[in-house]
């Protein structure tokens, strides 16, 4: 088994300012995921990456940037945060292959003053 | 892009019933068909997935089922119990698209008593 961690936990900003979540995995995934959940609302996806430096827009990728550091570490900043913003950023991993479980991590919820 | 409709997006069955939730999806390369089940302040986990060469797939109280020539996919959930209550997403994705799953917008199940 593996496990992904997130941190921040809980992350407190001001409007315009940049902000970055960080994203770890021991599963050995090559493929990396952030995802914007809004309470009560469905997955959106930011951005994914399929392998170290990789980096794929994903629906949602307008105001964020994203950075592959190494296999196991995927980033995503917000790049001005807008107030009154309220969500959960999902990280996952996968292996490859579009059929494959992403597995989540626990979340950072984002709170924007 | 390809989109996922889910309904409905609230459920309240009483235990020992049957629930059923409905997706629909566009693109008719998708040939994977997830569904994740999230707790109260946890994260999604994979709970039963489709191909797209099976109509249906049961799995300890859970059918989906697939029919690729309306697009539309479901989940039914047996025999309910206060356990089962939950936010459930659907998902599609294509090889074409790569590792992208599109989600559907959640169902919210309440199971009561």
């Known amino acids: 088994g593996g496990i992904i961690t997130q941190t921040p936990k809980f992350l407190i900003g001001q409007e315009g300012q940049k902000l970055t979540l960080k994203c770890q995995q021991n599963?050995?995934?090559?493929?990396m995921y952030w995802y914007r959940q809004d309470s009560g609302k469905g997955l959106r996806l930011i951005y994914y990456?399929?392998?170290?430096?990789?980096?794929q827009k994903g629906d949602l990728s307008e105001g964020y940037d994203a950075s592959r550091e190494k296999k196991s570490s995927f980033s995503l900043t917000v790049t001005s945060a807008q107030k009154n913003e309220m969500a959960v950023f999902l990280c996952?991993?996968?292996?490859?292959?579009?059929?494959?479980?992403?597995?989540f991590g626990p979340g950072t919820r984002l709170t924007v003053l | 892009g390809e989109q996922v409709e889910q309904l409905p997006s609230i459920l309240r069955v009483q235990e020992g019933s049957s629930a059923s939730i409905n997706c629909t999806y566009e693109?008719?390369?998708?040939?994977?068909f997830p569904w994740y089940k999230q707790e109260p302040g946890e994260n999604p986990k994979l709970i039963i997935d489709i191909r797209s060469n099976m109509e249906r797939k049961q799995t300890q109280g859970l059918i989906v089922l697939l029919d690729k020539k309306a697009k539309r996919f479901s989940l039914h959930i047996t025999d309910t119990q206060p356990g089962d209550s939950a936010m459930y997403f659907c998902?599609?994705?294509?090889?074409?698209?790569?590792?992208?799953?599109?989600f559907g917008q959640g169902t919210i199940l309440k199971v009561y008593l």
């Open positions: 996952a991993s996968s292996i490859t292959g579009g059929d494959a479980e992403q597995f």
């Open positions: 990456s399929i392998t170290e430096n990789d980096l």
């Open positions: 998902a599609a994705s294509a090889t074409s698209s790569g590792q992208k799953l599109v």
């Open positions: 599963f050995n995934h090559d493929t």
């Open positions: 693109n008719s390369a998708s040939n994977y």
